[in-house]
């Protein structure tokens, strides 16, 4: 049975029952609560009706998540609600004061017409996109221009839903969430001391073991051990009768109730020893009677307890439930035979742990709780923040107490007041809680206390960050210097960049930021130079890395600077570029020249050109254009302390460091397989493959120089490019294709061209150039011309053993690799590979030499000698597919070559693992 029919039976079930004892009373089948009257109906069922009854809510509401507490007859029937838990797994509704993300979208069906009046109203319009909304405290969502729309209880589908019934807004496609967030500040504040009764392992029920205090009462029902020991012997156990009478052996009847335990022990042993000389007794309280009390006000479960007799009022609050939130901790009243006879106030337990007025219940005793008092609340830098009740008058010093005082970052200077003033507007009330006057200063209801916490800044101090040993604020002192702030390199770690000091300034007065720099290792020199300049207070130095980049921390300053600019005032920067370690913009400084501008970009990097730079330089001219200029640096003069030379900087200059020329002449080449002394070469610009096999020994005696593979990584990814510019283009003809007729289109076609279109987006390129190494080794004809290769960064040289194998692939039977034999055809290992295929084409069979090179048939004479060819040891001979049978695209027959040649190419090159 599914969870709606469930709750459809259950809402019927219930109905019925209630309906039958309150006939024309609704039932609330949304979250099936009944009304109070019909509780207290429901509680004058036969038990078997009631249980029923129950039974069908707890159903119900198991399949809503739900539960309902059972009445008792503890409870009064009026006053019972039934008790509603948070269910686990709760889906989230709205509630008052959520906070809501909605997203109004046009939707995709709407007409032009539609879409432009949306455009047009004004609100409709303000409303696109992702807006946040607040409800307010009846959970009502305020839209501009459109009704209130109540959305409490709802979940975020209900929203979407509701909010699209409405008229206005059927045109949104709506996506609402209701955002899990906690409230912070005033709005997080509770009533103290209500969680108090909240159901825990604690409670407040008397021991039940143990002496009794000696003003206990005794009365009816309370049980008497009395041990008589010397002449005359006994244990006995009598109970206070009905009358308050114990009838006591030997000494006769006793009237004990209303009297305390104490007074009654005694008497007892007066009697004993008047009457039974030479005897004497203990006499100790056995089981204790109960007593019915009642608990009514604004308790959460108000009505009659019977509880034990040393049960005092605050241990039948606990019974009862506790407290409600619109009850009163702090007047509750004590009533016997209809007078006041103890009044409790709970704060003095709560906050003193005062059990004094915390009287012990006799029978028939009433504990009422009236409604709460005036409230006053305390929120900030206070130790206990909550909503607290007041005896009528209470000052700022009595909240702060209740409160627990203030924390040590409270700035009690700086408390304020919010008050509603006679009721109709809001006013905030300046005190300063540190002084007398304020803290005698009298709070109304409804106040709220803020006490604000100090400034989060540090005064006087100075901060050190970045890549040093001991981060942190440092005290300033008058005079204080570089060097008073880092006393030594020990203190850097390793690696720091201690030419260029960046130093974030702020002025207390207004808060305007700027920067100055500073060269550390000159400070620490020479600490009476310039260089160890005068710190401030507020001073930010950051000491950089020369690993790690150096733009993440001046951004943020420059935004700063730019943010604080304005017309006619523009934020200065300047940048370096070009071989220095730390290219960037930095902070321009007023009198920075060229070597300071060096020292923040970290120094000149070791390629650098160190005889020349120039500085780009902007200017606006009249306020009407932007010239530029450039101007030499004779870097070399800078370099040697020549102040001539050394440029003063302006905003917005670049200084550009050029490369040595050359500097990367050395490159890196690698020879591996049969190669004498295989390994990593470093040559010179143009350096050509022969002068590099001479130096690493020329070839072994094992070698196999045709079938060499010369890889270099400029051809391989032009091979990539190409290649994927054919994929490209056989995937765009694949289309073009698969739209034609049925009747001119197969499918063996489109599938063919399918499978050729994703073996050619897996082929990755080689970057192979065919070279005839053996030429080189032997002094053939192409010496001097294969030789002359100008070797290039990465360029690799891959010569294998000999070979004595034939491979044939393509569309034969069987592609496989044979033994060389001297003699025999391309026809006879293409026979030895199973014969050809009925897809394969005759026409194009060709062969690729060990080297790469392509020898083909006499049918194809631009690639090859003819029909004739001979089979060498390391070939491999390609039987192409016949794709004219297919109908075939024009570059068909490129792509089946491409995935041919790159097969054989990866083959060779993995077989020198990779």
Same mark, same amino acid.
């Given at each position: 049975m599914t969870a709606s029919v469930k709750l459809s039976v259950a809402t019927l079930a219930l109905a019925a029952v209630l309906l039958l004892v309150s006939p024309g009373k609704a039932i609330d089948a949304q979250t099936l609560q009944p009304t109070a009257e019909q509780l207290r109906m429901l509680n004058q069922l036969p038990p078997a009706q009631r249980e029923q009854a129950l039974e069908a809510l707890r159903s119900a509401q198991g399949s809503q998540a739900q539960p309902v507490a059972e009445p008792t007859e503890s409870l009064s029937p009026a006053l019972s609600p039934v008790?509603? +838990?948070?269910? =686990?797994?709760? &889906?989230? $509704?709205? %509630? $008052? %004061?959520? $906070?809501? *993300? *909605?997203?109004?979208?046009?939707? @995709?069906? /709407?007409?032009?017409?539609?879409?432009?009046?949306?455009?047009?109203? #004004?609100?409709? +319009? $303000?409303? #696109?996109?992702?807006?946040?909304? =607040?409800?307010?405290?009846?959970? =009502?969502l305020s839209l501009l221009g459109i009704e209130s729309i109540p959305l409490l209880g709802l979940t975020e589908n209900d929203i979407e839903r509701r909010l699209g019934a409405e008229a206005l807004l059927t045109g949104f496609d709506i996506d609402a969430r209701i955002l899990e967030s906690e409230p912070t500040g005033a709005e997080a504040l509770k009533p103290f001391g209500y969680d108090i009764f909240e159901p825990n392992e604690a409670s407040f029920d008397p021991p039940m073991t143990g002496p009794v205090p000696p003003d206990y009462v005794l009365g009816p029902g309370d049980t008497v051990r009395v041990q008589l020991f010397g002449n005359v012997n006994g244990i006995y156990e009598f109970a206070v009768t009905r009358d308050g009478i114990l009838n006591l052996p030997e000494i006769g009847p006793v009237t004990v109730a209303g009297l305390p335990f104490s007074e009654f022990r005694a008497d007892v042993n007066r009697r004993v020893q008047e009457m039974l000389i030479g005897t004497q007794v203990s006499v100790t309280m056995g089981e204790l009677r109960t007593i019915r009390i009642f608990v009514l006000g604004d308790v959460n479960r108000p009505g009659s307890y019977v509880v034990d007799s040393l049960a005092t009022i605050s241990s039948a609050l606990y019974r009862s439930g506790g407290i409600s939130r619109v009850g009163s901790l702090r007047y509750i009243q004590l009533k016997r035979s209809g007078q006041v006879v103890a009044r409790l106030d709970l704060y003095d337990l709560l906050l003193r742990g005062d059990t004094s007025g915390d009287s012990r219940l006799q029978p028939g005793d009433v504990i009422f709780v009236p409604a709460i008092g005036p409230q006053v609340s305390v929120a900030g830098a206070v130790n206990r923040p909550a909503i607290y009740e007041t005896l009528g008058k209470a000052s700022v010093s009595d909240i702060i107490t209740m409160a627990g005082g203030l924390q040590p970052d409270a700035y009690p200077d700086g408390a304020r007041i919010e008050r509603i003033e006679a009721g109709e507007q809001r006013i905030v009330v300046s005190i300063d809680a540190d002084s007398q006057e304020g803290r005698a200063a009298a709070l109304k209801a409804g106040d709220l206390l803020l006490i604000p916490r100090v400034l989060p800044d540090f005064e006087d101090v100075v901060t050190l960050t970045g890549h040093v040993h001991r981060p942190g604020p440092y005290q300033w002192r008058s005079g204080m210097r570089l060097n008073d702030l880092i006393e030594s390199a020990l203190e850097l770690k390793p690696g720091a960049d201690t030419g260029y000091i960046l130093i974030r300034r702020e002025d207390p007065r207004n808060r305007t930021v700027s920067v100055v720099s500073a060269n550390l290792g000159a400070a620490l020199a020479n600490p009476a130079s310039p260089a160890n300049i005068a710190l401030q207070p507020r001073d930010t130095a950051h000491v950089f890395s020369m690993v790690f980049g150096r733009q993440r921390v001046i951004e943020? *300053?420059?935004?700063?600077?730019?943010?604080q600019s304005r017309f006619g005032e523009p934020y200065g920067e300047v940048s370096i570029s070009g071989n220095v370690k730390a290219p960037g913009t930095f902070p321009f400084e007023t009198g920075m020249r060229v070597d300071d501008l060096i020292r923040a970009g970290g120094g000149l990097a070791e390629q650098a050109y160190s005889l020349h730079a120039e500085v780009a330089r902007y200017a606006v001219v009249n306020n009407e254009y932007r010239s530029s200029e450039v101007?030499? *640096?004779?870097?070399?003069? =800078?370099?040697?302390?020549?102040?001539?030379a050394n440029l003063v900087l302006q905003e917005h200059d670049n200084l550009r460091i050029s490369r040595v020329p050359d500097w990367d002449a050395l490159t890196t080449v690698r020879l591996e397989g049969e190669i004498k002394f295989p390994g990593d070469y470093r040559v010179r610009k143009g350096e050509t493959l022969r002068e590099v096999l001479e130096r690493a020994g020329g070839l072994t005696d094992e070698a196999f120089p045709e079938g060499a593979i010369f890889l270099r990584e400029e051809l391989r990814e032009r091979e990539q490019d190409q290649i994927d510019l054919? +994929?490209?283009?056989?995937e765009a003809d694949l289309t073009s294709l698969s739209l034609e007729e049925s009747q001119t289109t197969g499918a063996e076609t489109l599938s063919m061209g399918k499978t050729l279109l994703a073996q050619l987006r897996a082929t990755e390129a080689v970057g192979r150039l065919v070279i005839d190494l053996e030429d080189i080794a032997h002094g053939g004809d192409n010496r001097d011309l294969i030789g002359a290769i100008e070797l290039r960064e990465g360029d690799r040289l891959l010569v294998p053993k000999g070979s004595q194998a034939v491979t044939v692939i393509g569309q034969t039977q069987q592609n496989a690799s044979h033994l060389h034999r001297p003699g025999l055809t391309q026809q006879d290992y293409i026979e030895l590979s199973g014969g050809l295929t009925r897809r394969a084409d005759k026409k194009l069979i060709y062969v690729v030499r060990a080297s790469g090179a392509i020898v083909a048939n006499n049918r194809s004479s631009w690639l090859g000698r003819g029909k004739g060819t001979e089979i060498r040891p390391g070939d491999t001979i390609v039987v192409p597919l016949e794709i004219?049978?297919? #109908?075939? /695209? @024009?570059?068909?027959?490129? &792509?089946?070559?491409i995935l041919y040649q790159a097969a054989i190419a990866v083959t060779a090159v993995d077989s020198f693992g990779g």
């Open positions: 008790v509603a +838990a948070k269910p =686990v797994g709760e &889906v989230q $509704r709205a %509630g $008052r %004061g959520s $906070r809501l *993300i *909605i997203d109004f979208s046009p939707k @995709e069906s /709407l007409s032009e017409q539609e879409l432009e009046a949306l455009q047009e109203d #004004r609100a409709l +319009a $303000r409303l #696109r996109g992702s807006q946040n909304f =607040v409800l307010d405290d009846q959970g =009502v943020p *300053i420059l935004e700063e600077l730019q943010l101007i030499d *640096i004779d870097l070399d003069a =800078v370099l040697r302390g020549d102040d001539a054919l +994929a490209q283009r056989l004219d049978r297919i #109908r075939p /695209l @024009e570059l068909w027959t490129s &792509v089946t070559q």
